[in-house]
């Protein structure tokens, strides 16, 4: 933990270190520590937060078109700096596929999500005939818990006109995020965005986009995979949860984390590195920032501001 001027919190979650500067500005540095099943594996994946915070950098900056964003510099490669907004308490999820949650819901006869009509006759990662929005509560501990549009509005967790923006904005980002996508190859299948408010305008915050908050399917061979009811091949972190099923853990209780090898840590960090140069369409540059320099860094760049 670095301790930096003007520094008035200091947040530690699963993956990401948040500094609170001046309460006006965010310091947010993403580690290489890596969750899956709600619990912070052993070992750190080396360079995956310089995937996450650069892919996340590229997609606010290409979106700042469709809705003002929290992101002001990435001074280093794991580090960004911006704007502290007052946070909304619902994640807007975007789904632009039958999977994951919808599927399992689905699966089990339901025909609602989040108060909204799932159609007839679907299978498992159909494209929806348009992408749906099933919002959850954002929980600082546990699971975050499905909620619907007008749970939402009645409950007054966020005003009608404001969410009725959120979900424009939210459809817009996904479009975006779609178009994108389809250049590299890819289908964004499904994904969530934060927002909160700064000066009374509506701000996309915290990241887009990235492995760890979006599934990606490739589109090669997607139509040929559904036809024969095969699964898809999918480009997200579902690796490493695959990885540890495999090997007897889900993050139940009484279950032990598989040990992991260097051999198991290195093909880990070498698919985070595939995956920033397919999503992001670019050579990966590894840098080595030490702890010393990482802290000089963020000071200058916050001097700037």
């Not at 078109?65 to 704007?83: E, Q, R």
């Not at 339901?110 to 498992?124: D, I, N």
């Not at 898809?232 to 690796?239: A, D, I, R, V």
Request: charged share 25%; hydrophobic share 35%.
């Amino acid at each position: 933990m670095m301790q930096l001027a003007g520094q008035t919190n200091f947040y530690k979650g699963k993956v990401r270190d948040v500094y609170t500067i001046n309460d006006k500005y965010l310091v947010m540095v993403v580690s290489d520590r890596i969750s899956a099943f709600d619990v912070v594996l052993p070992k750190p994946i080396p360079y995956k937060g310089h995937v996450l915070n650069q892919i996340a950098a590229i997609f606010l900056e290409a979106t700042r078109d469709i809705v003002p964003n929290w992101l002001i510099s990435t001074p280093l490669p794991n580090a960004a700096i911006g704007y502290k907004c007052q946070t909304y308490p619902v994640e807007m999820v975007v789904r632009g596929n039958l999977t994951g949650h919808a599927w399992r819901t689905y699966k089990s006869g339901a025909r609602k999500l989040c108060g909204v009509v799932l159609p007839e006759g679907m299978k498992e990662n159909d494209f929806f005939p348009t992408p749906i929005i099933t919002p959850t509560t954002k929980a600082h501990e546990g699971h975050d818990e499905d909620i619907s549009r007008e749970e939402i509005i009645s409950s007054g967790l966020i005003p009608e006109a404001e969410y009725v923006q959120l979900e424009k904005y939210a459809l817009a980002l996904f479009q975006r995020g779609c178009d994108m996508a389809k250049d590299r190859g890819l289908i964004l299948v499904d994904t969530k965005y934060e927002f909160g408010k700064l000066n009374d305008t509506i701000h996309l915050i915290d990241e887009i986009h990235t492995p760890d908050s979006s599934r990606y399917f490739y589109a090669e061979g997607y139509e040929e995979r559904q036809r024969k009811g095969e699964p898809q091949k999918q480009l997200s972190k579902e690796f490493v949860r695959e990885w540890l099923m495999e090997n007897g853990f889900q993050g139940k209780e009484g279950q032990q984390i598989p040990e992991m090898t260097e051999e198991v840590v290195g093909r880990i960090s070498e698919r985070y590195i595939e995956l920033f140069e397919v999503v992001a369409g670019r050579t990966f540059q590894k840098h080595d920032v030490n702890y010393a320099d990482q802290q000089r860094k963020i000071e200058e760049a916050l001097a700037q501001l």
